[in-house]
C-alpha cells in the first residue's frame, strides 16, 4: 500500500493553513481542533494541480466530505 496524494501535506503545512483560517471550518464557520479540521483545495486539485497556499481551505470533516469535488468559491 502506497501514500496517498492527499496525505502529502506536511504537519506544518496543515498547521500554517488552521492558524491563517483560525482553526475555524470556512463553509461552516465552526471553530474545532485541528484533529478535527482537514486542508481542502478551494479549486479543486484534479482541476488544475495548484497545492498552492492560497488555494487551500481549512475545512470541518462534515463539510469537507459535502463538498467533495467541487469548487468552494
Not at 7 to 35: E, K, N, P, W
Amino acid at each position: 500500500m502506497g501514500i496517498t496524494r492527499r496525505s502529502t501535506f506536511d504537519l506544518h503545512m496543515r498547521l500554517a493553513v488552521f492558524r491563517r483560517d483560525g482553526y475555524t471550518c470556512v463553509h461552516c464557520i465552526r471553530q474545532f481542533s485541528a484533529v478535527l479540521l482537514e486542508v481542502d483545495h478551494v479549486v479543486p486539485y484534479s482541476w488544475t494541480h495548484d497545492d498552492s497556499f492560497e488555494n487551500l481551505q481549512t475545512l470541518c470533516r462534515t463539510c469537507n466530505r459535502r463538498k467533495g469535488d467541487r469548487y468552494a468559491g
